[in-house]
Structures are given as C-alpha cells and as structure tokens.
C-alpha cells in the first residue's frame, strides 16, 4: 500500500520528466573565469593583463564603460562561492587561472607567492567542500606585456604559455585532474584586437587569424607533453582543450547545402579540434585557402603548414574535448565571393541564417536545443567517439531577474538534448557545466548581459550573492539526475 502510495505519487509529481536519467559517472559542473569574477586587477603583486589595459585605455570599449576591476569580488569573496557551489551540490567547479597574478609580467621568472596563494586556498577550499577543481590556465586574460612583441602571433607565446602551464602543474596539480589549456581559441584569434590588447597593424585578415590559430595549436601540444613527461605518472590528471562551436545545420537536403554546413563545422571546429585529435588542419580547410590564398596572388597559402614533426607533435594531445555550445545556425551554399582582400570569412564562405521559429534568447542566440545533440553526435562521428566534456551552456538575460523561469526552460531543454545523445546516440559525453555560477563581467557587454544561477549586485561593495530560482531547478537535476 505504502509502496503504491509513492509510486502513485512520483508519476503525479513529474508526468513531464523525460524517460532517461543521467548515469552515475556523469558529472556536473558551473563555470567562471578569473577576469569576469576576480576583480583585485591590482591587489598583492598582480601584474596587468590585457583586459586590465584594454578598458583602462579605453573604457567606452565596453557598452557601460565597466571593467573587471572589481567584477564578482571573488577575489575576496571566495569562501562565499565555494558555499554556493555547494549549495548547488556540483561535483565539479570549472575556473580559471590569471596568468599574471601567478606570473605578474607574464614570464615564468618572477613567481606571486600572494596570487598562488589565492588559488590554493580556493582549491582547498572546493576540495575540503567535496568539489572538483577543473582549471582553465587561459581564459583570456593574456599578460599584457606580450603586446610589446605581438603576442600569439609571435611564435614564443609557444614558450612562454609552456612555461607558465609547467607552473600551474607544479603548484596545483596534486590536487587539479582535470585541465583546460585554452578557452574558446576561436574567439581569441578573431577578435584579436581585444584579446592582444593591440590594433592589427601588421598582419592582414585572413593571415593574421591563421598564425594566431598556429602558435595556441602549437603552444597547447607543448603544454600536453609537459604533463605527459613531467607530471601524469604521479599526479594521473587529464588534459584537454575547450572549443566553441555554434551548429551549422544544412539548410536542406540539396547535396550543396550539406556540404556548405560540414564546410562550415571543418572551419569553425575542425581548424582546431583536427589537428589536435589527427596532427593536420582539415582537407577542406588546407583546399580552400591554399586555393584562395593563389588567386590572391600570394606565393603560398595564408594557412601555415606544420611540419610532418609538428604534426607528430600535436596528434592525440587530448584526453578530452570541451565543449562550448550556445547557438546554432541554418547553412546553405553560396557562390564562390570575389578574389581580393583576404579574409577567413570569405575562405569559410557559405551563408547562414536562423530559422524564425526558433525561439530568441534574451540577448544573443537562439534556443535550438537540437544543435547540442547534433553538435555531440557530430564530434563522435568526427573523432573517434572521444570523450566530450560539455564545458559550457547557458542562457543570457538582461535584467538578472531572481524569477528565472526561462532560464530553467533553456536549460531542460540543453540537459534534455544532452541525455538524447547519450541514450540515443551514444554519445561519450561524461559533464555538463552551466555557464555561470553567477552574473559577472560579460566582456564588452560588461554588466549588462547575465548568465549566473546567483544574481550578484554590483551597487553594492559586498557585491552580494542571491540565488535565482535556477539554482533550486538545477540542484534537483544534479540530485534526481533527470531534466
Ligand atoms: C526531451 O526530449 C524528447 C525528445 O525530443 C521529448 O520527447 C521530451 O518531451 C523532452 N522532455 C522534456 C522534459 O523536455
Ligand atoms: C572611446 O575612447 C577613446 C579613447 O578615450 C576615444 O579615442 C574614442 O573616440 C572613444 N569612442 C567613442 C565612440 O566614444
């Protein structure tokens, strides 16, 4: 009687929950990086990076003149995130390293004993609460003295982040398993002015996103083989590397179409994730600029060649792929554009759209669940059914309201796709993570753009932390293990 009592009561409670639930090894996560929560830009001995420069020199560059200057406080307020990751009930806790508050210029020469500091006493703290650290050693926030010598498009960035990675194992890797090298390359070597700290003066488009791709491909091999030769024996960590990828669905069944769209996903993904799974940019890629790049009239391809020892060198350098997924668009064909002006966009070609049923976020993107199991499926096929780590998803609004009811849509809705791709597609997806833990400095959007599960009020010095109806929904999913 008791019995049927309660399973009377569990199908009236959740007649809508999905059949599949999460598998016991699948771990859940939130994210953050250390320029978008820290603040202490300057605190015990930190060194400027190139966001500190950016929006110091020119703080109309963000769209309330904001900065990262104090952001979330986290540098302070640390103890206070690590109760809410646990209030969460995560198993992991995804964040990132500054570079210069560990190596204030930069070079691994001068170490801040106060910015390792920080950091062991926040993994101790994640650690004493049950909770895993994953660390990014680059989200961002480059040291802003490489500006001086070009940066990533100054082949001893591969040195220099080689040096500081060998650092971070030392320091922190008896404790942190699992480690992102670069966050979203993509997008550091589009918006390059942004993320250098410099204007491109040197370098045209269409070269200059190619060397900068060249030498993070080039410095994450050498940060993987430094923890295979030095460190995996006794500390038996992984590493891997996170991309972003928006889903580029074939507008139709028109052969064209999807050729247009894999075309696409071979540019946007396959121009990192090949050369670390296969040691070599993808075919369609080496094609087309090698073959743009000649009606250009340049002597060679505007796409750097690795050597066959480079190619040695980058193969298999992942234990895992993390996954960045957020948006997705609808591709088709388009004619070949003009020979001129180089550009990626015109080597990537084809066009995209979005279809006008899918439904708007509140900021940028749209809400097309679809493109997250498709964007999991497509990653197995394409690489040799690795394991994925979902490193980031999560859902944008303007107002950081605490009644967070579309916010929770969003994400049933990406769990919901995440579970079809494991018990449907099989696909080795093993973490979720919410990007964020809380509303932070979200770029040149500064402020005015929140992701958090907490709200954080940033008219306030304690900048505090209030949890949105969000938190609740995703502790039920962390605990229940179903959407
Ligand atoms: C999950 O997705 C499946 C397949 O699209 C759908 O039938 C089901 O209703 C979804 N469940 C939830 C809770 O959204
Ligand atoms: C932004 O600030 C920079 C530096 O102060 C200035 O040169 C520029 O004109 C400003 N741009 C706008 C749109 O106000």
């Given at each position: 009687?008791?019995l049927l009592?309660?399973?009377?009561?569990?199908?009236?409670?959740?007649?809508?929950?999905?059949?599949?639930?999460?598998?016991?090894?699948?771990?859940?996560?939130?994210a953050?990086?250390a320029?978008?929560?820290?603040?202490?830009?300057?605190?015990?001995?930190?060194?400027?990076?190139v966001?500190?420069?950016?929006?110091?020199?020119?703080?109309?560059?963000?769209?309330?003149?904001?900065?990262?200057d104090?952001?979330?406080?986290?540098?302070?307020?640390?103890?206070?995130?690590?109760?809410?990751?646990?209030?969460?009930?995560?198993?992991?806790?995804?964040f990132?390293?500054?570079?210069?508050?560990i190596?204030?210029?930069?070079?691994?020469s001068?170490?801040?004993?106060a910015?390792?500091?920080?950091?062991?006493?926040?993994?101790?703290?994640?650690?004493?609460?049950?909770?895993?650290?994953?660390?990014t050693?680059?989200?961002?926030?480059s040291?802003?003295?490489?500006?001086?010598?070009?940066?990533?498009?100054?082949?001893?960035?591969?040195?220099?982040f080689?040096?500081?990675?060998?650092?971070?194992?030392?320091?922190?890797?008896?404790?942190?398993?699992?480690?992102?090298?670069?966050?979203?390359?993509?997008?550091?070597?589009?918006?390059?002015?942004?993320?250098?700290?410099?204007?491109?003066?040197?370098?045209?488009?269409?070269?200059?996103?190619y060397?900068?791709?060249?030498?993070?491909?080039?410095?994450?091999?050498?940060?993987?083989?430094?923890?295979?030769?030095?460190?995996?024996?006794?500390?038996?960590?992984?590493?891997?590397?996170?991309?972003?990828?928006?889903w580029?669905?074939?507008?139709?069944?028109?052969?064209?179409?999807?050729?247009?769209?894999?075309?696409?996903?071979?540019?946007?993904?396959?121009?990192?994730?090949?050369?670390?799974?296969?040691?070599?940019?993808?075919?369609?890629?080496?094609k087309?600029?090698?073959?743009?790049?000649?009606?250009?009239?340049?002597?060679?391809?505007?796409?750097?060649?690795?050597?066959?020892?480079?190619?040695?060198?980058?193969?298999?350098?992942?234990?895992?792929?993390?996954?960045?997924?957020?948006?997705?668009?609808?591709?088709?064909?388009?004619?070949?554009?003009?020979?001129?002006?180089?550009?990626?966009?015109?080597?990537?070609?084809?066009?995209?759209?979005?279809?006008?049923?899918?439904?708007?976020t509140?900021?940028?993107?749209?809400?097309?669940?679809?493109?997250?199991q498709?964007?999991?499926?497509?990653?197995?096929?394409?690489?040799?059914?690795?394991?994925?780590?979902?490193t980031?998803?999560?859902?944008?609004?303007?107002?950081?309201?605490?009644?967070?009811?579309?916010?929770?849509?969003?994400?049933?809705?990406?769990?919901?796709a995440?579970?079809?791709?494991?018990?449907?597609d099989?696909?080795?997806?093993?973490?979720?993570?919410?990007?964020?833990?809380?509303?932070?400095?979200?770029?040149?959007?500064?402020?005015?753009?929140?992701?958090?599960?907490?709200?954080?009020?940033?008219?306030?010095?304690?900048?505090?932390?209030?949890?949105?109806?969000s938190?609740e929904?995703?502790?039920?999913?962390?605990?229940?293990?179903?959407?």
């Amino acid at each position: 009687m008791k019995l049927l009592l309660s399973a009377i009561l569990l199908y009236t409670i959740s007649p809508t929950k999905s059949q599949w639930s999460f598998p016991d090894d699948f771990k859940f996560g939130v994210a953050t990086a250390a320029y978008q929560i820290e603040g202490g830009w300057n605190a015990d001995g930190k060194g400027v990076n190139v966001w500190d420069h950016l929006t110091h020199t020119n703080p109309n560059f963000t769209i309330d003149n904001s900065n990262g200057d104090i952001a979330c406080d986290s540098y302070h307020k640390w103890q206070e995130d690590v109760q809410m990751l646990k209030n969460l009930g995560v198993d992991f806790y995804r964040f990132s390293l500054s570079w210069t508050r560990i190596l204030p210029q930069g070079f691994a020469s001068e170490i801040n004993t106060a910015g390792v500091q920080y950091y062991n006493n926040l993994i101790d703290e994640l650690i004493a609460n049950g909770i895993e650290p994953c660390v990014t050693l680059f989200h961002w926030d480059s040291p802003q003295m490489f500006s001086s010598f070009g940066g990533y498009y100054n082949p001893v960035f591969v040195d220099l982040f080689a040096n500081y990675a060998r650092i971070a194992f030392k320091l922190f890797g008896d404790r942190v398993k699992t480690w992102i090298t670069f966050n979203e390359p993509k997008v550091v070597c589009q918006d390059y002015n942004e993320f250098m700290g410099l204007v491109n003066e040197v370098y045209p488009n269409g070269v200059i996103e190619y060397l900068c791709t060249h030498d993070l491909l080039k410095a994450h091999a050498e940060a993987y083989h430094i923890y295979d030769n030095e460190f995996r024996a006794q500390q038996n960590g992984k590493v891997g590397i996170t991309l972003n990828f928006e889903w580029s669905e074939p507008a139709s069944v028109k052969s064209e179409d999807v050729e247009a769209a894999e075309q696409r996903r071979q540019f946007e993904f396959g121009l990192f994730a090949s050369p670390i799974v296969y040691g070599n940019y993808p075919e369609v890629v080496i094609k087309r600029v090698a073959h743009r790049s000649k009606r250009e009239g340049f002597p060679h391809s505007r796409l750097p060649k690795f050597t066959l020892t480079e190619q040695l060198k980058l193969k298999g350098t992942y234990d895992f792929i993390g996954l960045n997924h957020y948006n997705s668009w609808l591709v088709k064909a388009s004619p070949e554009q003009p020979f001129g002006e180089p550009s990626y966009d015109k080597d990537v070609g084809t066009e995209r759209f979005v279809d006008p049923s899918w439904e708007d976020t509140e900021w940028d993107g749209k809400i097309a669940p679809f493109g997250l199991q498709n964007s999991l499926k497509w990653i197995k096929a394409t690489y040799k059914n690795s394991l994925i780590l979902i490193t980031e998803n999560g859902y944008p609004d303007k107002t950081g309201t605490l009644e967070d009811n579309r916010r929770i849509n969003f994400l049933r809705q990406y769990l919901n796709a995440t579970l079809q791709a494991i018990h449907q597609d099989q696909v080795n997806v093993k973490a979720y993570t919410v990007w964020s833990l809380m509303d932070n400095f979200e770029w040149a959007q500064g402020f005015t753009v929140k992701f958090g599960l907490y709200n954080v009020d940033f008219t306030t010095n304690e900048r505090t932390r209030t949890a949105k109806k969000s938190v609740e929904y995703y502790r039920s999913v962390i605990k229940d293990r179903v959407v």
